[in-house]
């Protein structure tokens, strides 16, 4: 729940934002579940019109849908929508990739070193909880620093959009990743093979970048697939 009493007008719509997407993309509020402006006054404490932002901003986002005169829901999920997002993130990071190992000079190398250390500590984390939170983050980050060296604004824009909308689905793959050791150590083996191909500038580092990309879709099908989601 949030305090509200001295927020800005802009940070409780920020706050309602950052909660209420957390929670779709955790799966508190299920694929197709209304979200009723009672419930979501209740959980986090804010009134209407902060939360009104927020599923607005969320609606931009592909994660919330509005019917006319009926309120909100959050979005449907599907293998093939699934497959769709997950096919056109691949292949504008493989182009990325390849503008970054053009374009990036010393200090972006620096970047993905750094990040990539960060990455690779994970395993070290004590907590299962903690090992989530920290992979997801640094996980992120380790991709963030590497696609900043195309130097694009707009393609970072794009990418963007498309990790929002992959959000839920890539959580399903979180989950099944980080709380297995042996998957978890089989992607930390997968990052330092495309980590070393970035900084040898080696231009199958874009193909590796999309099949990586690409590995998690069979894992999240299934999941689907055993949630009864077609």
């Not at 007008?9 to 299920?30: G, M, V």
């Not at 309120?71 to 990739?97: H, P, T």
Request: charged share 25%; hydrophobic share 40%.
């Amino acid at each position: 729940m949030t305090n509200q009493s001295n927020m800005p007008r802009e940070n409780l719509a920020r706050a309602a934002y950052q909660q209420l997407k957390k929670d779709i993309i955790q799966s508190h509020f299920r694929p197709h579940e209304k979200l009723l402006m009672s419930t979501l006054k209740t959980r986090y404490g804010l009134g209407v019109s902060p939360l009104r932002e927020a599923l607005s901003q969320l609606v931009s986002e592909r994660l919330v849908t509005t019917e006319s005169q009926r309120g909100f829901r959050v979005s449907s999920m599907s293998i093939a929508e699934l497959k769709d997002i997950y096919d056109a993130r691949a292949q504008l990071e493989g182009l990325i990739v390849e503008l970054a190992m053009a374009r990036g000079d010393d200090l972006w190398e620096s970047r993905v070193v750094a990040a990539h250390h960060a990455l690779s500590k994970v395993n070290h984390i004590k907590t299962v909880e903690d090992q989530l939170t920290q992979w997801d983050l640094r996980h992120q980050a380790f991709h963030q620093a590497v696609a900043d060296g195309c130097q694009s604004p707009q393609l970072l824009v794009v990418r963007q959009t498309l990790m929002d909308q992959a959000a839920r689905y890539r959580y399903l793959w979180l989950k099944q990743t980080v709380f297995s050791q042996q998957a978890l150590q089989e992607k930390q083996q997968e990052h330092l093979v495309l980590f070393n191909a970035l900084l040898a500038r080696d231009c199958g580092a874009s193909n590796m970048m999309r099949e990586h990309l690409m590995g998690p879709v069979p894992i999240i099908s299934q999941v689907l697939d055993e949630q009864g989601v077609r």
